[in-house]
């Protein structure tokens, strides 16, 4: 038997109705604050991460999905060598939002000089080999927005106050929600912090794992984020980027948390936040569900040297992304369903085959005026094609026996009160309307 891959999962039932109750709540919401939708191809040329994302961060190094055709990948191991192949041939899938949804904006110029801002959300599969376990999978689902062509703070504070009005409108209560965030600073003063970050892992060198070692040399603000515990307990003592912020980083911080205050928005300074993606410029933001072993459930930040790197002009940004799966296990843990209930029908039922051609046109009449309706395809008695009824949610059945048909007349039952009308077939579309209303 044929077996999905370990890491994904299928989208169906109760589970697919989530995801679209997740985007539709975001289309709503994010539509309110002006943003418009956009989707970008699942496939990117390895460029489009390699410049965003950046070179050093596990993303690239080593979740990445590359795609090669069946040819390429003849040509790549007859080679042996990926740089036989031409860089629009080096294609992977996307790990993540804002790198493919910023090339876009490059590409079709969606913010020349001296234009608006652009607010562009999106729903979207991404893609990471990384080890599946509970709330960690291959391929996941996010919804994230993108704010290009302002570096206001309060572009910074109303993405923020956007995403927690979001989780309250998917059935989180607030005070079970942890808003963690912190300024990452700029290109100005990163520099130098990182410096700092990269000296003392040296210092502590005996005492800090292989990898973190390694991380020192690419990136040492990543060792932040350690799970071992020794690391995490020597990283406690590292130098802290609030003590670098520049004047300018520091101003744009003060605002972005004065906005927050003014919203009533709680959060919790967090100095050793630094989100995994190399892109990050000032403000980083994350969201946890206290007491949840689910993890971060969201997060974003403010990205002003992204368009550069993707070989735009300077053009400031700032976005988020939440993950559905990890958002509808937490909502599960507490007992909530992230889910609109099954859509209701109305059933057409036949009491014996002589009425299928009748009950056909009738299914179809309905149909055409709107209205969901489903029927018996198997030939069923009335008895179980009222039990199919009930199991398909319907709230009225429309049933067809022979004295009906040949008066051109239908009976309408409600299935709740089991309350029964004739009404003619030139009425029914009207009549069923009147009682679903
Ligand atoms: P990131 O792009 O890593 O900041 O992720 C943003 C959000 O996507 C996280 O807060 C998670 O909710 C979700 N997410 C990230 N990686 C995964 C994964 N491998 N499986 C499921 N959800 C994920």
Not at 308 to 316: A, F, H, R, S, V
Not at 415 to 421: R, Y
């Given at each position: 038997m044929a077996q999905r891959i370990q890491g994904t999962e299928d989208l169906y039932g109760r589970y697919m109705r989530a995801w679209e109750y997740m985007c539709d709540t975001a289309r709503d919401l994010f539509g309110s604050y002006g943003f418009d939708r956009i989707e970008t191809p699942a496939l990117e040329q390895v460029a489009t991460f390699v410049h965003g994302i950046g070179e050093s961060t596990d993303v690239v190094r080593k979740e990445m999905f590359r795609v090669f055709s069946g040819a390429l990948l003849d040509r790549l191991l007859a080679s042996g060598d990926e740089k036989s192949l031409k860089p629009k041939q080096r294609m992977a899938m996307r790990p993540e939002g804002t790198a493919g949804v910023v090339r876009a904006a490059v590409e079709h110029s969606f913010v020349p000089q001296g234009a608006a801002p652009v607010k562009l959300w999106y729903a979207e599969a991404m893609f990471r080999g990384e080890r599946p376990q509970k709330g960690r999978l291959r391929q996941f689902h996010q919804v994230g927005v993108e704010w290009l062509g302002t570096e206001d703070p309060a572009a910074d504070a109303e993405c923020i106050i956007m995403l927690m009005e979001y989780f309250k409108c998917l059935g989180f209560d607030p005070s079970t929600l942890r808003l963690r965030i912190n300024s990452m600073g700029d290109e100005k003063c990163r520099p130098a912090y990182r410096e700092s970050v990269r000296q003392f892992i040296f210092d502590h060198k005996d005492e800090m794992c292989d990898d973190c070692l390694e991380r020192a040399n690419i990136n040492p603000l990543r060792s932040f984020d350690c799970k071992n515990e020794h690391c995490q307990h020597v990283m406690k003592s590292a130098p802290l980027i609030t003590d670098y912020l520049c004047d300018d980083c520091k101003q744009h911080y003060a605002q972005v948390k004065?906005?927050?205050?003014?919203?009533?928005?709680?959060?919790v300074e967090d100095p050793t936040l630094v989100r995994g993606l190399d892109y990050y410029t000032r403000t980083v933001f994350e969201i946890e569900v206290k007491d949840s072993e689910v993890g971060a459930i969201g997060g974003g930040g403010r990205y002003d040297g992204l368009m550069?790197?993707?070989?735009?002009?300077?053009?400031?940004g700032i976005g988020f992304a939440v993950g559905f799966e990890r958002i509808y296990l937490a909502l599960k843990a507490q007992g909530k369903d992230l889910e609109t209930p099954a859509p209701s029908c109305v059933y057409v039922a036949a009491t014996s085959q002589d009425e299928r051609r009748a009950a056909f046109d009738v299914t179809l009449a309905l149909r055409q005026a709107g209205i969901r309706t489903e029927a018996d395809y198997q030939g069923r008695s009335l008895k179980s094609q009222f039990k199919q009824a009930d199991k398909l949610n319907a709230r009225l059945c429309v049933v067809l026996g022979p004295d009906e048909v040949s008066a051109h007349r239908a009976t309408i039952r409600?299935?709740?009160?089991?309350?029964?009308?004739?009404?003619p077939f030139d009425d029914l579309a009207q009549e069923v309307k009147k009682r679903l209303a």
């Open positions: 004065s906005y927050l205050g003014a919203a009533g928005i709680e959060y550069q790197l993707e070989g735009g002009k300077q053009t400031p409600d299935m709740q009160s089991h309350e029964q009308v004739q009404v």
